[in-house]
């Protein structure tokens, strides 16, 4: 099972339902969110038997931590969201982004 679905044009993590972010600083599938702003931004991790499927890939983090990636984009979610499905994220920081899918219309 990939790691997030599609919600309403929205990505959220499979498991928790919570909207998965990107970063604008972030290389692809090199997360430039680490320390403190990992606590905040929390990486959506893999598990250590978890491969790359699909637009799906893993990477190592810097901190030897596995993380999930769409088409390269490193993916996380916002530890102050309470809800599944809230984007309040994008309005904390312009530099985060909600992951949406394209409209195939």
Do not use: H
């Amino acid at each position: 099972m990939p790691p997030a679905i599609n919600a309403n044009g929205v990505m959220v993590a499979a498991d928790s339902l919570m909207t998965l972010y990107t970063y604008a600083g972030d290389g692809l599938e090199q997360s430039a969110c680490v320390d403190a702003c990992a606590e905040i931004w929390q990486p959506l991790l893999a598990n250590g038997s978890d491969t790359s499927r699909g637009d799906f890939s893993v990477f190592s983090r810097s901190d030897g931590r596995w993380q999930w990636a769409l088409m390269g984009k490193p993916l996380y979610v916002w530890a102050d969201e309470v809800s599944p499905g809230d984007i309040g994220g994008e309005a904390a920081n312009t530099q985060w982004r909600a992951y949406r899918v394209a409209s195939k219309q």
